[in-house]
């Protein structure tokens, strides 16, 4: 397919809406403060996780629309946390290391258990599963009513821009539940020369 065939000032927009719309949503819950926080780190490592992901995820979707995108929000608080535990050594996990007992099936229920350390219903896996399901169900709603024909081109690639967004909405949630935060640095005075 051509690039020029795409939309993307459409997928731009609707991403940026979607991450605008997400952000206040977290905000206004308190699961987040104002921006995202977020490293390079764990923007980049989306490119090495997406490519399997999507496959189960495009899979999954019809089935079960809030659990897949709830799921890209679990795989960016993952990443978060292996960026905030020892990034040199988790930064080339892979996407099946995600994976439950079961698969996809229970990722959610692996990473909370296996890589985040929370018991199952604490107060800390609680509070991800409200936050993530309630984005999901916002991105989902979003998502299905921006007029484009299901199983398009568009449809897709408005759907890979959604799971992006789920993802780091996900990483910058458990970062803020970490104490991470983004804050105005003052600015600094360059010395004359």
């Given at each position: 397919?051509?690039?020029?065939?795409?939309?993307?000032?459409?997928?731009?927009?609707?991403?940026?809406?979607?991450?605008?719309?997400?952000?206040?949503?977290?905000?206004?819950?308190g699961?987040?403060?104002?921006?995202?926080?977020?490293?390079?780190?764990?923007?980049?490592?989306?490119?090495?996780?997406?490519?399997?992901?999507?496959?189960?995820?495009?899979?999954?979707?019809?089935?079960?629309?809030?659990?897949?995108?709830?799921?890209a929000?679990?795989?960016?608080?993952?990443?978060?946390?292996?960026?905030?535990?020892?990034?040199?050594?988790?930064?080339?996990?892979?996407?099946?290391?995600?994976?439950?007992?079961?698969?996809?099936?229970?990722?959610?229920?692996?990473?909370?258990?296996?890589?985040?350390?929370?018991?199952?219903?604490d107060?800390?896996?609680?509070?991800?599963?409200?936050?993530?399901?309630?984005?999901?169900?916002?991105?989902?709603?979003?998502?299905?009513?921006?007029?484009?024909?299901?199983?398009?081109?568009?449809?897709f690639?408005?759907?890979?821009?959604?799971?992006?967004?789920?993802?780091?909405?996900?990483?910058?949630?458990?970062?803020?539940?970490?104490?991470?935060?983004?804050?105005?640095?003052?600015?600094?005075?360059?010395?004359?020369?």
């Open positions: 397919m051509e690039q020029k065939n795409l939309n993307i000032e459409m997928y731009d927009r609707y991403e940026a809406e979607l991450l605008q719309q997400l952000i206040a949503l977290c905000n206004e819950r699961w987040l403060s104002g921006k995202l926080p977020s490293s390079v780190d764990i923007e980049d490592k989306w490119k090495d996780l997406s490519a399997d992901f999507m496959v189960d995820a495009v899979r999954e979707y019809n089935g079960y629309p809030l659990a897949t995108l709830a799921w929000a679990y795989i960016g608080a993952a990443v978060a946390h292996w960026w905030d535990t020892d990034w040199e050594q988790n930064r080339v996990r892979s996407y099946k290391s995600l994976l439950g007992f079961k698969g996809f099936d229970d990722m959610d229920e692996h990473i909370v258990q296996n890589v985040l350390q929370y018991k199952l219903g107060d800390n896996a609680t509070m991800l599963d409200n936050a993530f399901h309630l984005c999901a169900d916002k991105a989902n709603n979003m998502l299905l009513h921006q007029g484009v024909e299901p199983g398009s081109t568009d449809a690639y408005l759907f890979v821009r959604t799971m992006r967004v789920m993802y780091m909405i996900g990483a910058s949630v458990h970062l803020k539940q970490l104490g991470y935060s983004m804050q105005a640095m003052p600015l600094i005075n360059k010395p004359s020369v």
